[in-house]
């Protein structure tokens, strides 16, 4: 029976029985070494199995804590038979497969059993990372399944941002109050004298293992046992396991170490490697003393189970540094998968090994390409101190280094560079080393200030024969240029510099790169470029999303949609979050910059949500200033507000005041959706302004229709013709498509007559700018309205009202009706019962219109299948029909 606990049995009750009814959960119960985790675990798992539940168990192993999917596979090995090839032959089996893509064969596997489930998990902190990160990322989508996630994890820095990062519910284990306490102790040791049982009590401090371990010592040993220590409980308590360990023979002595360092819990395998590290065979008979001093347990699928976690850690702090290296060795021997024998390998090396380094760094690049960064990381490190080749382990270092930076892991990058000898780099290396050194190590963002370094450090490497480190030095910084407003000296130097490397045929880098740092300068070029590569077949998604971010800069959103719609489609498929999150900040801000609200929210909410799983601040920033946009053009002012406000305190901050524009933007077009002319021309003209501090030579392409509009409304159309006269070379020689577009709008609005309305109207790319065309109509209409042609403005202005509500923007489309009924003639905003939609309940409507089945709508979104359908059970109502086909039908009839 387990004491004092009771309050917390209830809870882990609650979850199991909501399990059942198909509202899953999960439940971190943390503490403590001692504290009780284990004995709530087993009672949760006999909870589930008398409510009918299915319980899978696994354990995190601290030895195999960098072993890939351990946990992972661990917990569902005993699917496989029953569920058939579908589970495939080990689900996160490849060591180079993303932990999100994982995620998803999980709640697909989950949504598949044909009973409710408890995945119940031990000693989470000691899992491997990605495990870890497949299982958080199941737990925060359980919500329609009949699943229960129940992990232990003791208290600790790591695992405090381990839960940070997971945000989910926690259930803490205190100590046991003092009458609670000496009622346990009097159910384990009886009989204690008063002064004895008075110091287990001390001793323990309501710690129900200490309780238990020690005083069942006092009762064997007496008084000598319990000698004053200054050790921590939890070290005393490993004592007391490894003086029993000690007491057993030595063939059980050696299957207990193989059995606490490996990731497994096959009693066959175990034998196996402990016969090799006894030189002799040893049998399951030689299993027997531990099971009967009740150290361990094999059950009837022979899976040993060890009595307490601390039991591990004892044999394994007990052992020699030479014995643990052995049974590593053996492990590595009898382990089936190449991944558990590559990093038993690496845990039983005890020098430097350039062929297992190689292997190590061949697995960390192949994770990286997957977006399972962790792995990557510990993989890599652990190559470089495997490295006989000093020049390799530098390069080693640095490789992680970079990992480690992309998982936001400071801490990590400033070790990993302290460990960097630069006497024993290539010169490649050395300029690479300054190089991190300058982007990780400094203040934060530096804007235009080191934007000169960076270049001649790029040439240095591209001097010393490095062109492929030099390419990637050249990608890494082309962002950093777009929004730092640097001279024109430093851009040029930049051009320069990229145009001298000699990248392999078809490497697209030094293209996409001109097109961010030299968008006038290189446009036109670009431009050519970039189209001709959209038919391409054999681009990756990395290339395609390159090539997209390009032409996006170039202010060619069409094209550039083009490549990174079918970027993020395959990123989907290999659950690569990490760069989707980025696509979809891409095709928001393509989106947002084109006046489709629409498309803006429903890729900047995606966007959002998979920046905030994947802690990935920069981009979740992003995110939110292209949702701001979105609610401006929608007319949503005070939430629009809002988010550019926040924007610009956390820019401001950090010091990235050419982002600032963003916020200007948004502001500009809040104004101006809500008919604050004067206002919206102010906060976007600060854009234009070199002078200040909002200004972006590039953002303001994308704003002269908004400005323009706002200046034809409150009388600043003189100002306007600077602008044009300013831009339109610029527009010439860069052939960029929004600005081109925008200045059309302008030239028709300053000309102030029907020819000049008409010519814009008449081009043929309008045709996929159709907010602008929208805006050209609106305003022609409102101009033959004004010159008593009636009849002549009203099909443009209803073709404008009718644009405007299928992008969202509501306040135009208003205004299109205010000058129809002006005309005389009436027309009701139409009632779009998508509006009443959830942004991600839109993407589900949309893709089951589309054809697409609950389950791929899943692996989509990222979902759980059956929460798939419980949204089209909810988005059914509310959009008024009963069927898929209806939804499709109600879909197609939506004007485009």
């Known amino acids: 029976m387990i004491v004092g606990r009771e309050a917390q049995i209830q809870a882990l009750g609650v979850l199991l029985s909501e399990a059942t009814r198909g509202r899953g959960g999960a439940l971190v119960v943390r503490g403590e070494a001692g504290i009780g985790k284990s004995a709530l675990w087993g009672e949760a798992c006999a909870a589930a199995q008398a409510l009918g539940m299915r319980v899978l168990t696994t354990a995190g192993v601290q030895a195999e804590v960098q072993l890939p999917y351990a946990g992972v596979r661990h917990l569902f090995r005993r699917l496989g038979p029953e569920l058939g ?4 032959p ?36 000691w899992l491997d990372r990605v495990s870890w990160e497949v299982l958080a990322f199941v737990a925060r989508r359980l919500e329609s399944d009949p699943a229960a996630l129940v992990v232990t994890a003791r208290d600790g820095e790591d695992v405090d941002r381990l839960l940070a990062a997971a945000a989910l519910p926690e259930l803490r284990l205190e100590p046991l109050e003092p009458d609670q306490a000496g009622s346990l102790l009097d159910q384990v040791a009886p009989g204690l004298t008063p002064a004895l049982r008075e110091r287990v009590l001390a001793v323990s401090s309501g710690n129900p293992l200490g309780l238990i371990e020690l005083g069942g010592l006092a009762a064997r040993s007496g008084g000598a046992a319990l000698l004053p220590s200054r050790l921590p409980l939890s070290a005393r308590v490993e004592r007391t396991f490894a003086g029993l360990v000690g007491e057993l023979p030595a063939a059980t002595r050696a299957l207990l170490l193989v059995a606490a360092l490996d990731d497994g819990d096959d009693l066959d395998e175990v034998l196996a490697a402990a016969s090799r590290f006894e030189d002799r065979p040893v049998t399951a ?62 845990a039983a090396a005890a ?41 390799e382990r530098g390069s080693r270092l640095l490789w992680a280094a970079t990992t480690a930076d992309e998982q936001g892991d400071a801490a990590t990058v400033r070790r990993l560079l302290g460990l960097v000898d630069e006497a024993q780099l290539r010169p490649g290396d050395l300029a690479r080393l300054s190089w991190y050194r300058e982007a990780y190590l400094g203040t934060g963002w530096t804007g235009s200030a080191r934007l000169g370094v960076y270049v001649e450090l790029i040439d240095t490497i591209r001097s010393a024969g490095e062109v492929e480190l030099s390419l990637e030095a050249l990608s890494s910084i082309c962002l950093r240029f777009y929004w730092s407003n640097p001279d024109d000296r430093t851009r040029l130097r930049f051009v320069e510099v990229a145009e001298l490397i000699e990248a392999p045929a078809g490497d697209i880098r030094v293209l996409c790169a001109l097109a961010q740092v030299a968008p006038v300068e290189r446009g036109a070029s670009c431009l050519d470029g970039l189209t001709a590569l959209q ?42 979050i990490g760069m989707l999150t980025q696509a979809l900040t891409s095709l928001a801000y393509n989106a947002a910059a084109a006046g489709d609200a629409r498309a803006a929210v429903s890729a900047a909410t995606e966007c959002a949500a998979l920046a905030t799983e994947t802690r990935a601040s920069v981009w979740e920033l992003q995110a939110r200033l292209q949702l701001g946009m979105a609610e401006a053009l929608r007319g949503n002012d005070e939430v629009a507000a809002e988010i550019a406000d926040a924007a610009e305190k956390t820019m401001f901050s950090a010091g990235m005041h050419a982002m600032l524009s963003l916020t200007q933007r948004i502001r500009g077009i809040n104004a101006l959706a809500t008919g604050r002319f004067e206002e919206a021309y102010g906060q976007l003209r600060r854009v234009f302004d070199p002078g200040d501090v909002a200004y972006h030579p590039y953002l303001r392409f994308t704003l002269v229709g908004h400005l323009t509009e706002a200046a034809a409304h409150c009388g600043a159309l003189d100002e306007i013709r600077d602008v044009v006269t300013e831009l339109t070379p610029i527009a010439e020689r860069s052939r960029s498509p929004v600005l081109v577009t925008g200045l ?46 009636a009849a002549e403005s009203r099909p443009l202005l209803r073709a404008a009202a009718a644009t405007f509500d299928a992008l969202g923007a509501a306040p135009w489309a208003e205004r299109a009706r205010a000058e129809l ?19 991600q309940e839109q993407q589900i409507a949309r893709l089951a219109a589309d054809g697409l089945s609950n389950r791929e709508i899943a692996e989509r979104l990222f979902l759980s299948p059956r929460t798939v359908t419980t949204h089209l059970y909810r988005i059914y109502p509310k959009v008024g029909v009963k069927s898929r086909s209806e939804l499709a039908a109600m879909m197609a009839d939506r004007p485009l």
């Open 85 to 88: 090839e579908e589970l495939g």
């Open 90 to 125: 080990e689900l996160g089996g490849a060591a180079d497969e993303s932990p999100f893509r994982v995620g998803v064969e999980v709640l697909d596997l989950l949504g598949r059993l044909d009973q409710p489930v408890l995945l119940a998990v031990e000693d989470g902190h």
């Open 285 to 346: 008979d030689d299993m027997e003393p531990a099971v009967v001093s009740r150290l361990v347990g094999v059950d009837d699928q022979y899976r040993v189970r060890f009595r307490h976690p601390l039991l591990r850690s004892a044999l394994r702090q007990s052992a020699s540094a030479a014995q643990r290296r052995r049974a590593h060795a053996c492990l590595a021997a009898v382990v089936a998968t190449e991944n558990r024998q590559v990093w038993h390998r690496a």
């Open 821 to 839: 009924r002006a005309t005389g003639e009436s027309r009701r905003k139409p009632i779009d019962a998508i509006d009443a939609l959830t942004p």
């Open 744 to 789: 059309r709008y302008a030239g028709a609005v300053l000309a102030d007559d029907a020819a000049a309305y008409e010519a814009a109207l008449a081009a043929g790319d309008l045709r996929d700018w159709p907010f602008e065309r929208a805006r050209l109509q609106l305003t022609y209409g409102g101009w033959l309205r004004r010159q008593r042609q």
């Open 351 to 391: 020098g430097p090994d350039e062929a297992l380094a190689a292997d190590l760094a061949a697995v960390a690049t192949r994770a990286r390409y997957a977006q399972a960064a962790s792995i990557a990381l510990t993989a890599m490190e652990r190559a470089a101190q495997l490295s006989e080749d000093p020049y």
């Open 535 to 576: 038919y391409r077949l054999d681009l990756t998604p990395r290339e395609r999303y390159d090539l997209g971010f390009a032409a996006s800069a170039l202010g060619a959103y069409p094209l550039s949609n083009t490549f990174l719609a079918a970027s993020a489609e395959s990123l989907r498929t290999q659950g690569r």
